[in-house]
């Protein structure tokens, strides 16, 4: 199997980072001139933003901020209209500071203003014909990981669905790890976010795309999500579990620009598009479903994954068999879920028994990741899956 290992052009990664961010943006990008920060309200009101204009003067670097414009989870008609705002002012560089979503929403700004097609046309992998205007990305949530991979995702409300854009243009010139920037962070986003970051972990490992770069990654990734998510949700200000949380999202990430996530993402995109639930919460309710509907082909790599969940716990001793060790995976991970607050319930955000066909429906088309899932799941199958987060009835 030949491995093809790309990532963003550089990462500065460390606490306090944030503020040499100008003066890498000089080195790494050559003379630049203006600047857009495109960022959310939050970032404005704490002054990161006014931080990040003023370091940029001391460089000659003038800068607009666009903040409080990008909505989470965004459409491809909103991308649109945002862009439409700026799109012929001659910015040499965009900086997202945010989630994924702002994240997201400037690596398409980038391309959008250099090529001339619409994001319809961009959608699935390598459809994008230029380079964009470079890229500096700074992930305030942990996360998607969208700092290092060369995905953004769509909102289609109408389609009812969310689409992948995938090109080695979308990496940006630099990212900026720097854990301060997360601690402002809700409880209920950081457990939504460290949630989907272990997902990217996890079905990049077991996924069939996987591969030694991208179980270096993933392994590591588990091990410090393992280690600091529930002291990240109680302890938010621990600037120790939000560094680990950084990492572990981040290189979450690289083993899904490796590898690639699976049924768990596939069967999260409906309820993103047709029911609004946030991304990290979808991947969290499913996750163990998924693993254990397939588990006999999984068992394995679920034990090696234990092992590594279990180093982050600190906990020496191992279970007698793989099938153990496998099953105490996925109990581990449904604790988090309790223990984060996320509700093992789709009832609870609008969804219905009659809409489970819908949704298996709209999963089965994302073939672009089912077809990296190890078993591949019927339709029937799917709607098993969904229906296992539905109360049972007692007539
Ligand atoms: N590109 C990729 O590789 C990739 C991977 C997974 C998911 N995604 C996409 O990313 C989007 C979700 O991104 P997300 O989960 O990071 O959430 P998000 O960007 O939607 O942010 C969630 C909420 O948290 C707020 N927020 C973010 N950082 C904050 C901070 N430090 N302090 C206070 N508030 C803060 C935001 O304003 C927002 O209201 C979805 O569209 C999802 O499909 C992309
Ligand atoms: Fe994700």
Known sequence: ?????????????????????????????????????????????????????????????????????????PT????????????????????????????????????????????????????????????????TTSGTGSEVTPNAIVTFPERQLK???????LYPKLAVLDPELTVSLPKEVTAATGMDAFTHALESFIGKKANRISDMFALESMRLISRSIVEAYENGSSIAARSA????????????A??????????????????????GVANAMLLPHVMEAQLDEITNRLALAAGVMRQGLD??????????????????ITEWTNRVGIPQNLEAYGVKEQDIPFLAEGASQVTRLMDNNPKQFSLAELEQIYRKLLPIKVS
């Open 1 to 73: 199997m030949s491995i093809l290992f790309q990532t963003s052009e550089s990462i500065l990664a460390g606490v306090g980072t944030f503020h040499s961010v100008a003066e890498q943006i000089q080195k790494q990008l050559g003379p630049v001139k203006r600047a857009l920060i495109i960022t959310i309200s939050n970032m404005k009101k704490n002054g990161i933003a006014d931080m990040l204009q003023q370091q940029l003067r001391t460089f000659r670097i003038e800068s607009d901020v666009l903040d409080d414009e990008i909505l989470p989870e």
């Open 76 to 139: 491809a008609d909103h991308i649109k209209e945002v862009h439409s705002k700026f799109k012929n002012e001659p910015y040499d560089v965009y900086i997202g500071i945010g989630g994924g979503s702002v994240l997201d929403a400037t690596k398409l700004f980038s391309v959008l203003t250099t090529n001339h097609t619409s994001i319809e046309e961009m959608l699935g992998t390598d459809n994008i014909k230029q380079d964009g205007i470079p890229t500096v990305l700074i992930p």
């Open 163 to 169: 689409i992948g854009v995938v090109s080695r243009r």
């Open 245 to 256: 949380m950084l990492f572990g999202s981040a290189y979450g990430g690289m083993a899904l």
């Open 258 to 279: 490796a590898s690639g996530t699976a049924a768990v993402h596939a069967m999260a995109y409906p309820l993103g598009g047709t029911f609004s639930i946030p991304h």
């Open 315 to 332: 906990i020496n001793s191992r279970l007698a068999s793989n099938e153990h060790e496998a099953a105490w995976a996925l109990e581990q």
